[in-house]
């Protein structure tokens, strides 16, 4: 089986990069701009350029080559189609945050599955607790705000949301230095910066109203995927799992 040569592999990212970017500015300009006060064609625009931006990435995620495994290429992009469930449903006229919950939960879980194929759980283990240390803070000075229905599913939610952070940043560090470095690194980075993202939606919708709340909540949600597809891509000289 042939794979793309170096400078195939240097465009594999760039191709979609331009669309992508425009449809995520699209996602977070309609967010950005929409409102009561708003005319309707903003609204839309989010509605549109949302889930297409999701699409694009898991399309990417998905034709990268060559990939660390079959298996991981495989779940990272289950995880991305049910992250576009749930963007569905959080963008949805009507309150639909618990099945947008539930969907990004499954989300995790399918990450979490990912980066558990070349490293152990919480082979590092202050990566994990870091994480967990993390999701608790922050609980804990958003508890007072939460309505009493949420509790079961936002703790649930939470832990699996750190344990997922905690893992790709655990990978990280153990396979620092070698082969998968980089790939790991990436998952990392997008697993960390999937935190920030929902840590700003919770802090945003429970809390306190974040200026610009659109941009900072999308632009790392997008930043998040776009770091996990890269980590799809095997670099010379890392090793291939079945």
């Known amino acids: 089986m042939s794979y793309p040569s170096i400078a195939d592999k240097a465009t594999s990212f760039r191709r979609p990069g331009l669309p992508v970017g425009l449809l995520a500015f699209g996602a977070i300009l309609g967010a950005v701009l929409a409102g009561p006060l708003a005319a309707d064609g903003w609204q839309w625009l989010h509605w ?7 699409v694009l990435i898991a399309w990417t995620a998905w034709r990268m080559a060559p990939p660390l495994s079959e298996r991981y290429r495989r779940w ?21 945050f618990v099945p947008g919950l539930v969907a990004f939960l499954f ?21 994990l ?14 508890w007072p705000s939460l309505p009493p229905a949420l509790y079961a599913p936002v703790v649930v939610y939470v832990v699996v949301l750190a ?12 396979h620092a230095g070698d082969a998968l470095a980089v790939p790991a690194r990436w998952a990392a980075a997008g697993a960390l910066l999937f935190m920030l993202s929902d840590t700003l939606i919770a802090w945003n919708r429970f809390r306190l109203a974040i200026p610009w709340a659109a941009l900072w909540i999308l632009a790392t949600y997008y930043a998040a995927l776009w770091c ?14 079945a």
């Open 228 to 241: 996990l597809a890269r980590s799809i891509q095997r670099v010379s000289g890392a090793g291939r799992h």
């Open 48 to 54: 549109i350029c949302k889930p297409l931006t999701t």
């Open 129 to 142: 607790l870091v994480c967990l240390a993390y999701a608790a803070l922050n609980l804990w000075l958003l």
């Open 76 to 96: 990272i992009v289950i995880g991305m189609l049910f992250s576009l469930v749930g963007d569905i449903f959080l963008m949805l006229p009507q309150d639909a």
């Open 107 to 127: 989300a995790h879980v399918c990450f979490i599955r990912a980066v558990l194929d070349d490293a152990r759980f919480a082979a590092r283990p202050w990566a």
């Open 163 to 174: 344990c997922m952070a905690g893992q790709a940043a655990s990978r990280a560090w153990w």
